[in-house]
């Protein structure tokens, strides 16, 4: 079976420090990863995704993560936030053939204080 | 473009009134995706069509709701009866190329049912 498993529910940080927010998965098949974010009263904007190429991807706004086979993990870092990053942020694994099934994370909300 | 587009952005209803919420996807896109979203349940996909044809409809929680897809240009959502528990933010995407490819979401229809 498939699953995502986003451990913080709620991340606090300061305005320029270090962010990392932790996505673990489980699937029987190679999936696709993606990191969605949603500020508020918005739809969701991808992030950035991971389709089996490089296992360090890059993403929009200064974001990137690390997909981890042997962990069955794919945490989301950014080296210093800013106030605009505080927004509620989904892991999400496509799985199947033709990605029919999705699964999202529960969400992490991360918070920045100045 | 302008995105997905969806209306009516609120919708306020009465228990045991039929509700259909509408969805223009990203002209060229051919996958589109319903979404709930409460706090409760976080964010669930209900069903994911493909060139028209629904795909997968699992997520669809029960025979009061039914989507259609008549044309690539249009999506509707219904809920008839709908029900206090229905109330939520309703979420269409769309992508190029399935569950595999980045989805564009549009700002969503806040449902409130009394």
């Known amino acids: 079976a498939q699953s995502v498993t986003q451990l913080d529910s709620h991340v606090s940080v300061s305005e320029g420090t270090p962010v990392l927010l932790r996505c673990n998965y489980s699937?029987?098949?190679?999936?696709?990863l993606f990191w969605y974010v949603q500020h508020p009263n918005k739809g969701l904007q991808l992030l950035l995704k991971?389709?089996?190429?490089?296992?360090l991807v890059k993403g929009i706004n200064g974001f990137e993560a690390e997909f981890k086979k042997s962990e069955t993990s794919f945490h989301l870092t950014k080296p210093s936030a800013h106030m605009s990053d505080a927004a509620e942020y989904f892991c999400?694994?496509?799985?199947?053939?033709?990605?029919?099934?999705?699964?999202f994370g529960k969400g992490t909300t991360l918070s920045v204080s100045s | 473009d302008a995105g997905v587009i969806q209306s009516p952005r609120h919708e306020v209803t009465e228990m045991g009134q039929e509700v259909t919420l509408r969805c223009k996807p990203i002209?060229?896109?051919?996958?589109l995706f319903w979404y709930r979203q409460t706090m409760m349940r976080g964010l669930e996909l209900l069903i994911y069509?493909?060139?028209?044809?629904?795909?997968?409809d699992s997520g669809m929680p029960e025979d009061r709701f039914s989507a259609k897809m008549p044309n690539a240009s249009f999506s509707t959502l219904k809920i008839q009866p709908s029900e206090p528990r229905d109330s939520a933010v309703y979420f269409c995407?769309?992508?190029?190329?399935?569950?595999?490819?980045?989805?564009?979401f549009g700002p969503g229809t806040r449902l409130t049912v009394l």
């Open positions: 995407a769309s992508s190029l190329a399935g569950g595999l490819d980045e989805q564009f």
């Open positions: 699937s029987s098949y190679s999936p696709s």
């Open positions: 069509f493909n060139n028209n044809v629904p795909i997968d």
């Open positions: 002209s060229g896109h051919n996958s």
């Open positions: 999400v694994v496509s799985v199947g053939q033709a990605g029919t099934a999705l699964i």
């Open positions: 991971y389709t089996s190429a490089a296992t």
